[in-house]
């Protein structure tokens, strides 16, 4: 079974500042989907970005990229020029690519607070 | 359009009584998962449905947890005899489909927060 770990469970950054949030996981699939997701105090569960593993390249979306070292089996998110409104819980989930059940398995979060 | 809607969005009972979850899909999504979230801890999988298919329950805790769902659309997640250990948030997704190698990105509903006293 695929586990996700984020063992940082709280980070801090000023505003307009980079913070980088950690993820490792563990899996004997080759291909699969990494994501990061943003829960707000709303719990609304938004898609901040994914990575397809057969892809070497390094996903980014505006502010928001990763660094995808897939030998390591690690998935970080780096957060640039960081605002009030990215404080939130973000959780780093993956999906397996082989059965017929495309659930995602989460890490535990980590908190992030953006200090004005 | 409409996105993913659960209700209610909070419910609090009483220990050893029954409850049921409500989560409407986005019309067309014919994949359907059921998530919990405990105070602190990352999304568990409780179980998913796809199409007409049987649904996988490989996530449910215990035989007390039970789910429908009436074709593609709307699904009950019912607890019965409550503890306190099930408060929790329980949270629905939905997506095109749930099988094969594409991308299907699953949509979350706001959740029910569900305390057992």
């Known amino acids: 079974a695929q586990t996700v770990t984020q063992s940082q469970p709280e980070m801090s950054v000023q505003e307009a500042e980079t913070v980088t949030l950690s993820c490792t996981y563990d899996t004997s699939e080759s291909d699969y989907y990494l994501f990061w997701y943003k829960q707000p105090p709303s719990r609304q569960m938004i898609l901040v970005i994914r990575q397809e593993a057969y892809k070497q390249q390094n996903a980014t979306e505006n502010r928001f990229s990763v660094n995808f070292q897939k030998a390591a089996k690690s998935f970080s998110l780096k957060i640039s020029d960081s605002q009030l409104g990215d404080a939130a819980m973000y959780f780093c989930?993956?999906?397996?690519?082989?059965?017929?059940?495309?659930?995602?398995?989460f890490g535990k979060g980590i908190t992030l607070s953006v200090r004005p | 359009g409409a996105g993913v809607s659960q209700s209610p969005s909070n419910k609090v009972t009483e220990k050893g009584k029954d409850v049921e979850l409500r989560c409407d899909p986005i019309?067309?999504?014919?994949?359907l998962y059921w998530y919990r979230q405990r105070l602190g801890q990352g999304l568990e999988f409780l179980i998913y449905?796809?199409?007409?298919?049987?649904?996988?329950k490989s996530g449910l805790p215990s035989d007390r947890f039970s789910a429908e769902r009436t074709g593609e659309s709307v699904s009950t997640l019912t607890i019965q005899r409550t503890q306190q250990e099930d408060s929790a948030v329980y949270l629905c997704?939905?997506?095109?489909?749930?099988?094969?190698?594409?991308?299907?990105?699953?949509?979350f509903g706001p959740g029910t927060r569900l305390t057992v006293t």
């Open positions: 997704a939905s997506s095109v489909t749930g099988t094969g190698w594409g991308y299907y990105e699953q949509y």
């Open positions: 449905f796809q199409g007409n298919s049987a649904p996988d």
């Open positions: 989930a993956y999906r397996s690519l082989t059965g017929a059940n495309s659930k995602l398995t």
């Open positions: 019309s067309g999504h014919t994949a």
